[in-house]
């Protein structure tokens, strides 16, 4: 009976917007993630009588054809790159964006990766890393004498060196944008790479139109409303019962059909 696979396209379809649910709950505190929601479109259709066919020799339309649906797909996952809120840390190496700009992040094979986590520390060699160690681009390093580390909208990083009673910049965090962020690629560790979705990175400055302004000693929060994802969880959950009531209600009346010939 059809009605047992388009029912379970459904099941399937609501057990995998369950999981991108679970996955935006399981990341409410994780800096700068974005949340993602299911899409989906309903399957090809049989058309057992197809509207706008001839219905006679006279020349008279059919004016409602009869379609059976397939049942439904999953078509994306689609992220959300709306602002989330700020916290204050108080951590001079804590920096958040306000605005579309990505940190850009130089990996150990020579890639580029772009985060919106700004949760940055110091290295052995001084330099703003990433804390799984990658540095900021471009590279930042701080002199081990130096004092009053500050980091102003445009990214100018500047400290105050011993024996100097004015600061000293040390360079500039960049900025980079991208024409379709949501075609980014996640690769984990809250960051990710370029597609051909995304575009080209384009590379700037804080403050410069579009890119946002940098924010010291604040970190951006996940953009997820949990009220809104529990809400989501319990209509998938629904959805999937009703689904699996689909299936039960056919299994009874393949069971009645088959009492028939008993």
């Known amino acids: 009976m059809q009605a047992l696979h388009t029912a379970a396209t459904g099941m399937a379809a609501q057990e995998l917007n ?5 996955n935006n709950i399981a990341n409410l ?24 066919a001839q219905a006679s020799d006279q020349g008279t339309i059919v004016p409602v054809g009869v379609d059976i649906g397939g049942g439904v797909k999953t078509v994306g996952t689609p ?6 809120t700020l916290s204050q840390t108080g951590n001079d190496l804590d920096l958040a964006v306000s605005g579309e700009g990505f940190f850009k992040i130089l990996m150990p094979d020579g890639t580029y990766q772009y985060t919106r986590d700004g949760t940055f520390q110091m290295d ?6 990433t804390a799984q160690g990658n540095p900021v681009q471009p590279t930042i390093t701080i002199p ?20 100097s009673s004015t600061s000293t910049i040390l360079g500039q965090i960049g900025l980079t944008r991208f024409i ?4 980014l690629q996640p690769v984990g560790s809250n960051q990710f790479t370029e597609t051909p979705s995304s575009g080209p990175p384009q590379d700037g400055t804080a403050t410069a139109e579009g890119y946002g ?10 953009n997820v409303d949990v009220v809104s994802e529990m809400s989501d969880l319990i209509a998938a959950q629904r959805a999937y019962e009703m689904n699996a009531k689909v299936i039960s209600a056919a299994d009874q009346m393949m069971q009645s059909t088959t009492a028939l010939f008993r």
């Not at 369950?18 to 679970?22: P, T």
């Not at 994780?30 to 259709?45: H, P, R, V, W």
């Not at 992220?79 to 989330?84: D, E, F």
């Open 18 to 22: 369950v999981q991108v649910i679970s």
């Open 29 to 52: 505190r994780t800096t700068g993630f974005k949340k993602q929601t299911a899409s989906f479109q309903d399957l090809i259709y049989e058309h057992v009588r197809r509207v706008g």
């Open 79 to 84: 992220r959300s790159m709306t602002q989330g």
């Open 124 to 129: 052995n060699q001084g330099r703003v890393v």
């Open 144 to 163: 081990n004498n130096a004092s009053g580390l500050a980091v102003n909208e445009q990214g100018q990083v500047s400290v105050t060196l011993p024996g």
């Open 180 to 183: 379709n962020k949501a075609g």
């Open 213 to 222: 302004k940098i924010t010291q000693g604040s970190l951006e929060q996940a």
